[in-house]
């Protein structure tokens, strides 16, 4: 359980957000939706461990991830997966180097156990074939992708989605939405940051709540009563 | 949660390429530096040089018995600055006056042999100072049997003061040669963790402390520096070995090849691979703090 109590943010010499409370349970699919300059990425690196905020306090199954044990902050950091929605772009990057960091973080996976699970995951995101591929000559959402899939490879218990929907495109979509609510049947915990959420998926979440200037939505997981 | 990543010999499982390259430049490096350092070690600058040239000579009176003079030579030849002592009886010395000075065989023909015995002593090389040449100087001069000591002390002390000139050139030449490699190690860490940033920010963003990137960069470029230093001086020394065993004449200056195996070289080659490890792990250490902190 991620809980965010009486958040607050205070960017460029005003209040962004102040006094919000979030909790997000585990195993489930969560979609933040805000409108643009909103702060939903300030809200995804404050869940993360990544930066303090300037009010309130984030807790990870009880223990305070900026007043609490650094130890505790960093493995939590560990846990998780992040794909920004600033891809990175680095001229000579390739599509398999993402896979090989995303290992290196993970720790323990072999060479050959790294390769064969890269060439699945990028099958499943619609990438097949693509780990020799120069992440500069790749379109947004092939990096979106790409970067998912590098993510998916260390089996983050939490994973941290900024704009992957709307990167993606509008033909991946079913395939994303079968993914996250998979991930979440799997006993794993996904928090999406979006703009808006697509039409479809709104009408299998209802209504989200409010929260500030976010709505979030609890997207419903396969065999959930 | 995830188990704690290795991070050990992070900068080969992200960037083989310049990590290859690197190396065997190093390796190269240290080949020829520790074959410097071995010829340095053996030769002592120059004093095997000069050593394998000077003599003392210690001009033994007419009357002394050959018996007497041996005896004499033997114990000059214990001293310990003393490589070796010979005695030459005066018919040797008439020989090689002879054979400096050939068509003076008249002198002999009055008065018979005019040369007199003498004993030609050798300094070891690392013996070869002022205090030392004054010792067995001053030990034979109180001798009854020595009529004169020829030790050159007008010329000697210009000798030493060129050998030291050629020591302090020598292993300065050497300092110069492992701070360019400090310099040059210092900008490849540089530039390979400037390339490398977005990875070290990617992991630092998923719970890896930056210290412990750093400390153990630093600590696989010491025990890689450690590794490849020995490996050098151990090519370098079988590149000097072959070279001597190839060119006799080099021992004169250098030394015997079997002296690369002494116990004192070979500590001295560990203490220079050690040296080469704490140089790669602070190249190591300054060139990711240099590229954190954005300095080009």
Redesign the interface.
């Given at each position: 359980m991620i809980e965010g109590f009486r958040l607050g943010v205070f960017s460029r010499g005003a209040t962004l957000w102040d006094g919000l409370d979030f909790a997000f349970g585990d195993a489930a699919a969560w979609f933040v939706a805000g409108p643009p300059s909103s702060g939903k990425t300030l809200l995804l690196s404050i869940l993360?461990g990544?930066r303090r905020p300037d009010a309130g306090d984030v807790l990870v199954t009880g223990n305070s991830l900026y007043r609490g044990n650094a130890a505790h902050?960093?493995?939590?950091?560990?846990?998780?997966g992040?794909v920004p929605e600033q891809t990175?772009s680095?001229a000579r990057?390739t599509v398999g180097d993402l896979f090989?960091?995303s290992a290196?973080?993970?720790?323990?996976v072999r060479e050959s156990e790294r390769k064969d699970r890269a060439d699945r995951l990028l099958e499943m995101v619609g990438l097949p074939g693509a780990s020799g591929w120069r992440i500069a000559e790749l379109s947004i959402s092939e990096r979106v992708r790409a970067c998912l899939a590098a993510e998916l490879l260390?089996?983050?218990?939490v994973l941290f989605c900024d704009g992957v929907v709307a990167g993606a495109g509008i033909p991946c979509r079913e395939m994303l939405w079968g993914l996250f609510r998979a991930l979440a049947r799997e006993g794993n915990t996904v928090v999406l940051a979006e703009r808006t959420i697509p039409e479809r998926w709104a009408l299998a979440a209802g209504d989200g709540a409010p929260v500030g200037p976010f709505r979030v939505y609890r997207l419903p997981v396969p065999g959930e009563g | 949660?995830?188990?704690?990543?290795?991070?050990w010999w992070?900068d080969w499982?992200?960037s083989r390429a310049s990590v290859v390259r690197e190396t065997i430049g190093r390796f190269l490096f240290f080949c020829f530096i520790g074959f410097a350092l071995l010829s340095m070690l053996l030769s002592g600058g120059a004093s095997r040089f000069f050593a394998d040239r000077y003599v003392i000579t210690a001009v033994l009176r007419a009357e002394v018995p050959p018996a007497e003079a041996e005896g004499l030579a033997r114990k000059v030849a214990a001293l310990p600055p003393v490589r070796s002592a010979s005695y030459r009886d005066p018919e040797a010395a008439w020989k090689e006056f002879l054979r400096a000075y050939p068509g003076l065989d008249a002198l002999r023909g009055a008065g018979g042999n005019p040369m007199p015995g003498y004993i030609e002593i050798r300094i070891r090389p690392d013996r070869l100072t002022g205090d030392d040449v004054d010792l067995v100087a001053s030990a034979l001069r109180s001798v009854p049997l020595v009529e004169r000591v020829l030790a050159g002390e007008e010329w000697f002390p210009r000798l030493l003061r060129a050998g030291r000139l050629a020591f302090r050139l020598g292993w300065g030449i050497f300092g110069a040669f492992l701070a360019g490699f400090f310099l040059v190690a210092r900008l490849q860490e540089r530039a390979r963790a400037v390339a490398l940033a977005?990875?070290f920010a990617?992991?630092a963003?998923?719970?890896?402390?930056a210290g412990r990137m750093a400390l153990l960069r630093a600590a696989a470029a010491a025990v890689s520096g450690f590794l490849l230093a020995a490996a050098g001086t151990a090519a370098g020394g079988g590149a000097l070995f072959a070279s001597l065993r190839t060119f006799p004449f080099l021992e004169g200056v250098i030394g015997p090849p079997a002296d690369l195996l002494l116990p004192r070289t070979i500590a001295a080659a560990v203490l220079f691979s050690l040296g080469a490890a704490f140089l790669s792990a602070a190249a190591s250490l300054l060139g990711w703090r240099a590229a954190r902190s954005g300095r080009k």
């Amino acid at each position: 359980m991620i809980e965010g109590f009486r958040l607050g943010v205070f960017s460029r010499g005003a209040t962004l957000w102040d006094g919000l409370d979030f909790a997000f349970g585990d195993a489930a699919a969560w979609f933040v939706a805000g409108p643009p300059s909103s702060g939903k990425t300030l809200l995804l690196s404050i869940l993360r461990g990544e930066r303090r905020p300037d009010a309130g306090d984030v807790l990870v199954t009880g223990n305070s991830l900026y007043r609490g044990n650094a130890a505790h902050a960093r493995a939590w950091r560990a846990s998780c997966g992040h794909v920004p929605e600033q891809t990175i772009s680095g001229a000579r990057l390739t599509v398999g180097d993402l896979f090989r960091r995303s290992a290196l973080a993970g720790g323990g996976v072999r060479e050959s156990e790294r390769k064969d699970r890269a060439d699945r995951l990028l099958e499943m995101v619609g990438l097949p074939g693509a780990s020799g591929w120069r992440i500069a000559e790749l379109s947004i959402s092939e990096r979106v992708r790409a970067c998912l899939a590098a993510e998916l490879l260390r089996g983050p218990k939490v994973l941290f989605c900024d704009g992957v929907v709307a990167g993606a495109g509008i033909p991946c979509r079913e395939m994303l939405w079968g993914l996250f609510r998979a991930l979440a049947r799997e006993g794993n915990t996904v928090v999406l940051a979006e703009r808006t959420i697509p039409e479809r998926w709104a009408l299998a979440a209802g209504d989200g709540a409010p929260v500030g200037p976010f709505r979030v939505y609890r997207l419903p997981v396969p065999g959930e009563g | 949660m995830s188990e704690q990543p290795s991070l050990w010999w992070i900068d080969w499982r992200l960037s083989r390429a310049s990590v290859v390259r690197e190396t065997i430049g190093r390796f190269l490096f240290f080949c020829f530096i520790g074959f410097a350092l071995l010829s340095m070690l053996l030769s002592g600058g120059a004093s095997r040089f000069f050593a394998d040239r000077y003599v003392i000579t210690a001009v033994l009176r007419a009357e002394v018995p050959p018996a007497e003079a041996e005896g004499l030579a033997r114990k000059v030849a214990a001293l310990p600055p003393v490589r070796s002592a010979s005695y030459r009886d005066p018919e040797a010395a008439w020989k090689e006056f002879l054979r400096a000075y050939p068509g003076l065989d008249a002198l002999r023909g009055a008065g018979g042999n005019p040369m007199p015995g003498y004993i030609e002593i050798r300094i070891r090389p690392d013996r070869l100072t002022g205090d030392d040449v004054d010792l067995v100087a001053s030990a034979l001069r109180s001798v009854p049997l020595v009529e004169r000591v020829l030790a050159g002390e007008e010329w000697f002390p210009r000798l030493l003061r060129a050998g030291r000139l050629a020591f302090r050139l020598g292993w300065g030449i050497f300092g110069a040669f492992l701070a360019g490699f400090f310099l040059v190690a210092r900008l490849q860490e540089r530039a390979r963790a400037v390339a490398l940033a977005a990875d070290f920010a990617f992991l630092a963003e998923r719970g890896v402390p930056a210290g412990r990137m750093a400390l153990l960069r630093a600590a696989a470029a010491a025990v890689s520096g450690f590794l490849l230093a020995a490996a050098g001086t151990a090519a370098g020394g079988g590149a000097l070995f072959a070279s001597l065993r190839t060119f006799p004449f080099l021992e004169g200056v250098i030394g015997p090849p079997a002296d690369l195996l002494l116990p004192r070289t070979i500590a001295a080659a560990v203490l220079f691979s050690l040296g080469a490890a704490f140089l790669s792990a602070a190249a190591s250490l300054l060139g990711w703090r240099a590229a954190r902190s954005g300095r080009k």
